[in-house]
């Protein structure tokens, strides 16, 4: 079969942001964040932000990546800076979220493939 892959290319060194919006009936959101995955690798955590904007990074894009969230907690940036080839990857949105006062649930988004290469 013949498959077709969308993907941003971004050369070294440049710039992408990757956004993501969540909606549906949510009670709470916990955290948000991005994550990556190369196959076979497992997914790994890119970075990620509490409803209280605290975040985390992977060591990997710490000081070149950064994530935020917009007031409502809705929306979620992921801004790369100073790309590597190593960055490669497919990235997922992710969030935790609260649906009922005994229910959480952890959703991802479809992905999107990056690519970063000359």
């Known amino acids: 079969q013949v498959h077709l892959v969308e993907s941003s290319l971004v050369q070294p060194g440049g710039s992408l942001t990757l956004a993501c919006v969540l909606s549906g009936t949510i009670r709470n959101v916990i955290e948000m964040g991005w994550y990556r995955q190369v196959p076979p690798n497992q997914r790994e955590m890119v970075a990620t932000?509490?409803?209280?904007?605290?975040?985390s990074y992977a060591n990997s894009v710490k000081s070149r990546f950064t994530i935020s969230r917009n007031a409502a907690n809705d929306t979620v940036l992921l801004q790369m800076d100073t790309l590597k080839p190593e960055d490669t990857a497919t990235y997922y949105c992710?969030?935790?979220?609260?649906?009922?006062?005994?229910?959480?649930?952890?959703?991802w988004g479809q992905g999107t493939q990056v690519t970063v290469s000359s």
């Open positions: 992710h969030a935790k979220v609260q649906v009922s006062f005994d229910r959480i649930y952890e959703n």
């Open positions: 932000i509490t409803e209280r904007r605290d975040t």
